[in-house]
T-cell receptor, first 108, second 110 residues
Framework: GIQVEQSPPDLILQEGANSTLRCNFSDSVNNLQWFHQNPWGQLINLFYIPSGTKQNGRLSATTVATERYSLLYISSSQTTDSGVYFCAVMDSSYKLIFGSGTRLLVRP | DVKVTQSSRYLVKRTGEKVFLECVQDMDHENMFWYRQDPGLGLRLIYFSYDVKMKEKGDIPEGYSVSREKKERFSLILESASTNQTSMYLC?????????FGSGTRLTVV
C-alpha cells in the first residue's frame, strides 16, 4: 500500500518563527490533504491540495505530485498553531492514508 | 461548509455494554468513515460506507459493526464494549474536495 512519511516528527518554535513541514508519499495519489489536530483532538482540514500551491493566511502548501511530496509552510507562528499536523493521501479505493504527523509546539 | 457532527464529545461506558456512536453529515456525501486514534498507533480505519445500506470493513473491524440506514447518518456500534476499545473515535465524510472530520468522541470503557 501507499506509504506516507512526514518530517520532522517534532518541532519547537519560538512565536513569530517560520517553519516548513514535509510529506513524502510512495505512489501516485488522487488526493492530498493537510490537517491540524488541536489539543482537543479535532482534525481540522487545512488544505485539499492534490497538486499546485495554495495559501490561506499565514499558511500555505505546495504539492509536487510528479515528485511525490508536499510541503506545508507556517509563517509568523503563533501559540495557537501548536498541535499535530497530519498529511494524508487518498488511495484508489478512496481510503485516507495518514502520515505519523509532525508535533509542533510554539512557545510564547 | 460541510459539517460532520458526532453526538458526544466524551463517553464513559461499562465493560459489556452495547455502545452507539452517532455521526451525521449535512452535505449529501455518499462516503462516510469511522477511524479510531490511539497514541503511538495513529489513525486506523474501522469501517466505511460508500452509500446507504453499504458497508465495508476497514483495517480493524473486529468488535465493531456499523449501520447506514440514511445517507446522512453513519453509526458505529460496539457490540460488547471492552477496555481495549477505550480510544478517540473520529467520523469523516468525503466529498469532491476531500475529507471533513467530526470533532471526535473520546470513549472510556471501565
Amino acid at each position: 500500500g501507499i506509504q506516507v512519511e512526514q518530517s520532522p516528527p517534532d518541532l519547537i518554535l519560538q512565536e513569530g518563527a517560520n517553519s516548513t513541514l514535509r510529506c513524502n508519499f510512495s505512489d501516485s495519489v488522487n488526493n492530498l490533504q493537510w490537517f491540524h489536530q488541536n489539543p482537543w483532538g479535532q482534525l481540522i482540514n487545512l488544505f485539499y491540495i492534490p497538486s499546485g500551491t495554495k495559501q490561506n493566511g499565514r499558511l500555505s502548501a505546495t504539492t509536487v505530485a510528479t515528485e511525490r511530496y508536499s510541503l506545508l509552510y507556517i509563517s509568523s507562528s503563533q501559540t495557537t498553531d501548536s498541535g499535530v499536523y497530519f498529511c494524508a493521501v487518498m488511495d484508489s479505493s478512496y481510503k485516507l492514508i495518514f502520515g505519523s504527523g509532525t508535533r509542533l509546539l510554539v512557545r510564547p | 461548509d460541510v459539517k460532520v457532527t458526532q453526538s458526544s464529545r466524551y463517553l464513559v461506558k461499562r465493560t459489556g455494554e452495547k455502545v452507539f456512536l452517532e455521526c451525521v453529515q449535512d452535505m449529501d456525501h455518499e462516503n462516510m468513515f469511522w477511524y479510531r486514534q490511539d497514541p503511538g498507533l495513529g489513525l486506523r480505519l474501522i469501517y466505511f460506507s460508500y452509500d446507504v445500506k453499504m458497508k465495508e470493513k476497514g483495517d480493524i473491524p473486529e468488535g465493531y459493526s456499523v449501520s447506514r440506514e440514511k445517507k446522512e447518518r453513519f453509526s458505529l456500534i460496539l457490540e460488547s464494549a471492552s477496555t481495549n476499545q477505550t480510544s478517540m473515535y473520529l467520523c469523516a465524510s468525503r466529498g469532491d474536495y476531500g475529507y471533513t472530520f467530526g470533532s471526535g468522541t473520546r470513549l472510556t470503557v471501565v
